[in-house]
């Protein structure tokens, strides 16, 4: 895609600090970072995002999921690891070209997870339903 800022980086137009690189996938720090060492993990092949990424690319991938966040946890020593993924703008994505987040986490850090919210049995029931019907 030639306005994708992940592309561009994959061909070498834009900078990055890359930490990780093969022939299919691409890993470097986030401009923007969470705390430091707050990595991304792009496919080299552009799909907007979860819903278009093969099937085999995302077993290949969650390999080096792992690979890159024992790598982070050492090397920032941090408490924790959180990945994650934005799908859709609603979701937080900004970024149209797929990519995970591996994100350093301190118990310190003043971070907090989303809140959750509590809902009725019969609601639960209901939504676990509707999920089961589009499997």
């Not at 990595?39 to 799909?47: A, M, Q, S, V, Y």
């Not at 591996?102 to 339903?129: C, N, V």
């Amino acid at each position: 895609m030639d306005n994708c800022i992940f592309c561009k980086i994959i061909k070498g137009e834009v900078g990055a600090d890359k930490i990780y690189e093969d022939e299919y996938f691409l890993a470097f720090l986030d401009i923007t970072p969470v705390n430091p060492g707050h990595t991304l993990l792009i496919p080299k092949e552009h799909h907007k995002n979860l819903f278009e990424i093969p099937d085999n690319t995302l077993c290949e991938i969650g390999p080096i999921i792992k690979k890159i966040a024992k790598a982070i946890k050492k090397a920032t020593n941090a408490d924790g690891i959180n990945i994650g993924m934005n799908n859709e703008p609603a979701a937080g994505q900004i970024v149209f070209h797929s990519h995970i987040h591996i994100i350093p986490r301190f118990s310190d850090d003043g971070y907090k997870l989303w809140h959750g919210k509590e809902i009725s049995s019969e609601q639960s029931k209901e939504t676990a339903e509707k999920i089961r019907n589009f499997i």
